[in-house]
C-alpha cells in the first residue's frame, strides 16, 4: 500500500444512535492519519443541516435491542423519544463520548471531508445555507471517485 | 489499478426509503463504466420480487429523521404508512428520482448484475419464477468471489 | 492479490434479524479460507453478551418489509414482539440456518476474530466477563488496522 490510508463513509441514518458510528470511525481514522470522506445522504443528510444537527433523537420503538429496552405500546407514547434521546445522551456523556456537535467540529478541524448529498438536498429541500461550515456538495459520482482509492468503504 | 472499477453492494432492506441508495449507487458507477454486482438478501430480497417490488413502503414509525415526522403514537395508526409512502414517491418524482422499477431496468440494462439471495429465497419461499427477468440466484460464497475484487463494497 | 483474503465486518445491529447477516457472511468467507474480524459495537454488542444473546427479538414495528407485516397499530401490542421472534426462529430453523449462539461458536471454532468495542462496553456497563468466550476486546482503532488489509470491509 502507497500512500496515505483512506476511508470512505456513507451516512445514511439521521437519528442520534446511528449519527455516532460515522463520526467515532472518522474521527478515530483521521488522528491515525487517514484521509476520511463522509457522505451524507438520505437522513443523514441532518447531520450536516443547521437547523436539525442539535435536535437529532432516537425512538425506543422497533428496536428490542435498546439498552433499557421498552414495550412498543409504552413506546409509542408521547414523550418517550425525547426520554430515549436524553437517556442516550447521558450515557455517552458519562463515557467522555463528544456530543455530535462538537464531533463534528472536530471532525473538520482534523481534514475529514464532509459532502452532502445535492440529490437528497433537492429531495429535502435543504439550501446551501442550511449546511455547517465546511460542508461540500457532492454527488454521488464524486463519493465512488473517492472511494475507489479507499482502502475501507462502509454504508451506515 | 488496473482493469474495470468495481462496486459489490448487499440490499438487505425492504423498504422503499431504504431501496433507493443500492439502485442510485449501482446506475452512478453503471454510468461510469464501472463494473457493478447487487446481492439481494433478507429483506431486500423484495426488491427483486415480481410480487412485492412495486409495493415497497416505508412506515413513519421509529424513525424520528422522516422528513415530516410524526409522533409514533400517530405513525402507528392505520393508514399512516400509506400516506408517507406516498409522501416519499411525491418528494422523489419532483427530483425526477424515477420509481424503483425504472431504476431496477435501467441498472439491468447497464449490465448491472442482480444476485438474489438463495437463503433468503428458502427462508422467504421465493421461487425462481417470482424473480424478475434478469435476476441471478446466488449464495454468500459468490457474493463474495465477486466482492474480493471489488474497490467499493458496502452493505445496505 | 497475495496473502489470504479478509473481510472485516462492524456489527452493530442487536435485533435477531440483523445478526444473521454478519454471521452468515462470517462462516460462508471462514469456509472459503478467508480471515475474518468481526467488530460488535452499538447493539450489536448483545451478540458478545452471555446474558443477551440467547434473547435477541425482531420487533414488527416499523419494517413494511416484514415477511408476514402487521399493522403498526397490531405491532404494538404486547406479546407481538414475542410472535415475530418465534416465527423468524422457525423460518430459519425450517431452512437449516443455525441458531446464532451455534453460529458464533462455528465462527470461533473457524478463527472468526470477534472483537468486543471498548467504547461500547463502557457506554452499556458491560464487564469483560460478561462476553463469551474468544471475545477480544478493542477499540475502533484495532479495527481500522484490522480493515485496512481487508478486500471487503462491510457496515452492518
Redesign the interface.
Given at each position: 500500500?502507497e500512500g496515505k490510508?483512506r476511508?470512505?463513509i456513507?451516512a445514511?441514518?439521521?437519528?442520534l444512535?446511528?449519527a455516532?458510528?460515522p463520526l467515532?470511525?472518522a474521527t478515530?481514522?483521521a488522528?491515525?492519519g487517514?484521509e476520511v470522506g463522509i457522505f451524507f445522504?438520505?437522513?443523514g443528510l441532518?447531520m450536516l443541516n443547521k437547523k436539525k444537527v442539535r435536535k437529532?433523537?432516537?425512538?425506543p420503538?422497533?428496536?428490542?435491542?435498546?439498552?433499557v429496552p421498552v414495550?412498543?405500546?409504552v413506546?409509542?407514547?408521547?414523550g418517550?423519544?425525547a426520554l430515549a434521546t436524553w437517556m442516550m445522551k447521558r450515557?455517552?456523556r458519562?463515557?467522555q463520548?463528544p456530543p455530535i456537535m462538537e464531533m463534528l467540529d472536530l471532525a473538520r478541524q482534523s481534514g475529514v471531508k464532509l459532502f452532502a448529498c445535492t440529490?437528497t438536498m433537492?429531495?429535502?429541500g435543504v439550501a446551501d445555507s442550511d449546511l455547517i461550515e465546511g460542508s461540500e456538495c457532492a454527488?454521488?459520482?464524486t463519493f465512488?471517485d473517492y472511494?475507489?482509492?479507499?482502502?475501507?468503504?462502509?454504508?451506515?
Open positions: 500500500m490510508k476511508v470512505a456513507i445514511s441514518k439521521g437519528t444512535d446511528m455516532y458510528p467515532i470511525i478515530t481514522a488522528a491515525m487517514w445522504t438520505f437522513y441532518d437529532l433523537k432516537v425512538a420503538l422497533g428496536n428490542p435491542a435498546m439498552p414495550p412498543n405500546i413506546g409509542a407514547i408521547p418517550m423519544t450515557m455517552m458519562k463515557q463520548v440529490t433537492g429531495v429535502m454527488g454521488a459520482a465512488l472511494a475507489v482509492k479507499a482502502q475501507v468503504t462502509l454504508f451506515i
